[in-house]
């Protein structure tokens, strides 16, 4: 089983992950937490930009900038999973690789983390709802990538390589 305190070749728990989207750089952290720390601020951007109103052409080159820095971390995590993690032939193949699993959680934790901030003009039972439903959805991709990197270090299944 995973643990919290990592070497560079372990895969990171859930709460390592989770703490992972909001710290800054911390020199000598594991790769894969680098990457998930990029992912939740490029997710981050994107909400911002999205929420801004102006030139659309510009707003939309600048979503696809910041894409294209997400798909450069996913496969950095994606290269990490290919050189560090064995491939037990036999086992269950996941559907999604690492690093796509990671970017979802980024873009959910993003969304949670506003969730509680938004001051919108909805009622306080409103804002209670969808803070509860955004934090939830967090809590289940926690929940699958726990049961994921379990099975993979148990060898119950295998990520994709690409």
Known sequence: MPIDHLDSAQLPTPSALLRAFTETDHPGRHRVLDAANGLARCHDRRRLLLETTGNVEARTRCVDDIDNDRTALIARIDHWVATHIEHREGASLHTETLGAVIDRMAAKWVAAQQALAAQTQTTPRQRE??????????????????????????????????
Do not use: K
Not at 145 to 159: F, M
């Open 129 to 162: 709802r969808v803070t509860h439903l955004q934090w939830c959805r967090l809590a289940e991709l926690t929940d699958g990538y726990r049961d994921l990197i379990t099975d993979v270090t148990e060898h119950r299944r295998r990520l994709p390589v690409w």
